[in-house]
């Protein structure tokens, strides 16, 4: 019997009417209920379908994307260290650290540059100026360019900075190392364009209108974006949203959120997300979808479902039948298409990891090539497709790994690890991690090979390299020890000679007051006394060395510098007399004390005065030691100058380099070590010219409390 039959039945005397009218009315409410039920789980189920399969695609999605950003940083971090260590030695490296790199390494540099898609490469000076430019800029640098080079000097070693701004309003990150030289300190910066980034973020597999990715980081009380937006250009380091707005997946992230939310985007429209946190940075990914385009196919089968529902309202049973094959026919095709969908995603993940991934049948034939593949081994897939892979590739098995027993372990555990070395499409050699697994049918049956190959070239090289660099560490500090004992060796012989010089002169003295026709003893045991303390400072001179080379730490207590500088003038007295040299002093009354070692600060002006003297011998002239407040607070300045020959032209700055000596007999250790002391007592020594002639050596101290 016919639907509409049945919708016409036969006339009725109207008293039994109404009966059937009510239970088919009845029945048809009951059967539009069951079926506004049915339709709206199935729309339930539908939503949360959907729902579960784009929240697991943006999180695969996320992931990918997060390590190939770790993985970009990691590399410019690398990429710094290696290159700012160029193996020069002590002369290259110093040129390099003064911005004067030698012609073939600036050449690399800019090759460099343009292989790897760097902006520039630059070194930089500690005070953040710019020494070098493989690029040829002469502009002064960006604030956080030289930020990144003091905290790379400041750490010793490779830091990142993170995404700036440049004066040429493109957006910039550095990658800063410093540069091993013994000479100085300077940084290597290596400048990124974030253009060479922002693929890694934007790239999104599949056709879609409104999906994107993108990357926030916390800036105040702002969250800041770093990259571009698909429907808001020029955002990058220019769009912020208040953090105040929590219902902003893009805040969530700032604020270190992680997992799927939900809520509204920076244009307030309603989406799906995925947060990640970027290792190492203060960067968050963020991976979007609006929920209309998610729930778009939802919504367009619901909208159909309801008419079809209010069509059975209308036609009765036929259209209820016909939505039912309708419903079904579009489930049918759903699944297809979510089939067909994760199959082409799992094909163009496949295709465009960097790995190669190779299959053949059971007679070894190549089936499947991936463009890693290619890129490892140069051949097209083309070319690939059908060959031997064992004729393809080449392999050479090392002694343990031999091809009988790489196939002893596939038959027995149906995989195997192997460490090969392969052969190029154009015969070079490559080094191969490779994982091979045999492919076998639910009955058992061997079907071909799957195997996954990465290329370690790089990798065995830069470990090579870092042996090398190991064994050339291990004979710098061989020959560190040998010049740390000939520095021992001129410093005693330069400190004890003073004392013993001193000595010498004053038993001459006392000869001579005891040699008169009415000796003058007085003079005599002021003479023989300070014979007594020359000796005994020669001898204090010894143990202080002896405690420089020794575990420990030299004794310190409150010394007061003026009594110091009046025992040492006291010292050279006669020494002055003879050669017609005045000694003065101008000691500023109540001067605090310093925090030091005394024979250490009295060698310092010790050595002062004896370039003092020497400076002045056959002209005379005048000696003076002056000590006053410095200009900043809790600071000491103390001064030794004459009338002498003054500094070399030349080397002015070279004086105070260990060995260098400007008279004939000299050591070249006297200024070195009393910088050194200085130092060590948080001051700082150097050196003017005298007017109109002479020279003038200052330096300062922390008053006691200060240190």
């Known amino acids: 019997m016919c639907m509409t039959a049945w919708l016409r039945p036969e006339p009725r005397p109207p008293s039994s009417l109404f009966p059937v009218g009510r239970a088919l009315v009845a029945s048809l409410a009951g059967l539009c209920v069951v079926l506004a039920i049915a339709g709206w789980a199935i729309e339930q189920r539908m939503h949360a379908e959907i729902r579960s399969r784009a929240l697991g695609q943006l999180s695969a999605l996320a992931d990918l994307k997060v390590d190939r950003i770790a993985a970009w940083r990691a590399e410019r971090l690398a990429d710094a260290a290696a290159i700012a260590a160029p193996p020069l030695g002590d002369e290259g490296l110093t040129r390099l650290a003064r911005g004067e790199p030698p012609p073939e390494v600036a050449a690399w540099y800019r090759q460099i540059r343009d292989r790897h898609r760097y902006a520039d490469v630059l070194v930089v000076s500690p005070g953040g100026e710019l020494l070098f430019s493989a690029s040829g800029h002469r502009a002064p640098l960006d604030p956080p360019t030289a930020d990144t080079a003091s905290q790379a000097l400041a750490g010793d070693c490779a830091v990142l900075s993170d995404m700036h701004r440049g004066r040429d309003s493109r957006i910039y990150l550095d990658a800063a190392a410093p540069i091993p030289a013994p000479g100085g300190a300077a940084a290597l910066v290596l400048r990124s364009d974030a253009e060479t980034l922002y693929p890694l973020v934007r790239e999104w597999p599949g056709s879609t209108r409104t999906a994107e990715a993108l990357l926030v980081r916390r800036d105040g009380d702002d969250a800041l974006f770093l990259s571009d937006l698909r429907h808001e250009r020029g955002a990058a380091l220019a769009k912020r949203i208040s953090l105040a707005r929590t219902d902003v997946v893009s805040v969530l992230a700032a604020k270190g959120e992680v997992g799927v939310r939900e809520g509204v985007d920076y244009r307030g429209v309603p989406?799906?997300?995925?947060?990640?946190?970027?290792?190492d940075s203060t960067w968050w990914l963020v991976a979007k979808v609006d929920r209309d385009e998610v729930f778009e196919t939802e919504r367009h089968l619901a909208w159909a479902g309801w008419a079809a529902w209010g069509s059975f309202l209308a036609l009765g049973g036929v259209l209820a039948a016909t939505w039912v094959r309708a419903e079904r026919h579009r489930r049918s095709a759903a699944e297809r298409a979510a089939l067909d969908e994760a199959a082409r995603y799992r094909a163009e993940v496949l295709a465009n990891v960097g790995d190669g991934v190779i299959s053949t049948d059971a007679a070894t034939r190549i089936t499947s090539w991936n463009r890693g593949a290619q890129r490892i081994f140069g051949w097209t897939e083309a070319e690939a497709l059908g060959r031997d892979v064992r004729e393809l590739l080449q392999h050479e098995y090392g002694p343990v790994q031999t091809r009988a027993w790489t196939l002893a372990e596939l038959e027995r555990n149906g995989r195997v690890e192997l460490a090969l070395r392969q052969r190029r499409k154009d015969g070079t050699p490559v080094d191969i991690e490779t994982t091979v697994v045999a492919r076998r049918d639910g009955a058992g049956n061997f079907l071909g090979y799957i195997g996954v190959h990465r290329d370690v070239t790089e990798r065995k090289r830069a470990e090579a390299e870092r042996e090398r660099m190991r064994q050339l560490e291990a004979d710098l500090a061989r020959a560190s020890r040998i010049t740390t004992m000939s520095e021992l060796t001129a410093s005693l012989a330069h400190e004890i000679r003073q004392p013993i010089a001193a000595a010498s002169a004053n038993a001459s003295a006392c000869a001579r007051w005891l040699a008169r026709e009415h000796p003058d003893i007085g003079e005599a045991r002021a003479a023989a006394d300070r014979i007594v303390?020359?000796?005994?400072?020669?001898?204090?001179?010894?143990?202080?060395?002896?405690?420089?080379y020794r575990k420990g730490t030299p004794a310190r207590a409150a010394v007061d510098v003026n009594e110091v500088a009046r025992e040492t003038l006291t010292l050279?007295?006669?020494?002055?007399?003879?050669?017609?040299?005045?000694?003065?002093?101008?000691?500023?009354?109540?001067?605090?004390?310093?925090e030091g070692d005394r024979v250490q600060l009295q060698q310092v002006f010790v050595n002062l005065m004896v370039n003092a003297i020497e400076a002045m011998h056959g002209t005379g002239g005048e000696l003076s030691v002056r000590s006053e407040r410095g200009r900043n607070a809790g600071e000491l300045l103390f001064s030794v100058s004459d009338t002498g020959v003054g500094l070399p032209a030349d080397?002015?700055?070279?004086?105070?380099?260990?060995?260098?000596?400007?008279?004939?007999?000299?050591?070249?250790?006297?200024?070195?070590?009393?910088?050194?002391?200085?130092?060590?007592?948080?001051?700082?020594?150097?050196?003017?010219t005298g007017a109109p002639r002479g020279a003038t050596f200052w330096f300062n101290l922390p008053a006691k409390g200060d240190s």
């Open 533 to 548: 303390a020359s000796t005994s400072r020669a001898a204090e001179i010894i143990d202080h060395i002896r405690s420089v």
């Open 271 to 279: 989406v799906l997300a995925e947060l990640r946190a970027v290792p």
């Open 572 to 594: 050279f007295q006669d020494d002055a007399k003879r050669h017609g040299i005045s000694l003065r002093s101008e000691l500023a009354l109540d001067l605090p004390r310093v």
């Open 651 to 688: 080397n002015a700055d070279a004086i105070f380099d260990a060995f260098f000596s400007t008279k004939p007999q000299g050591t070249g250790m006297g200024l070195r070590i009393s910088r050194s002391i200085v130092e060590s007592h948080g001051g700082r020594l150097w050196a003017t």
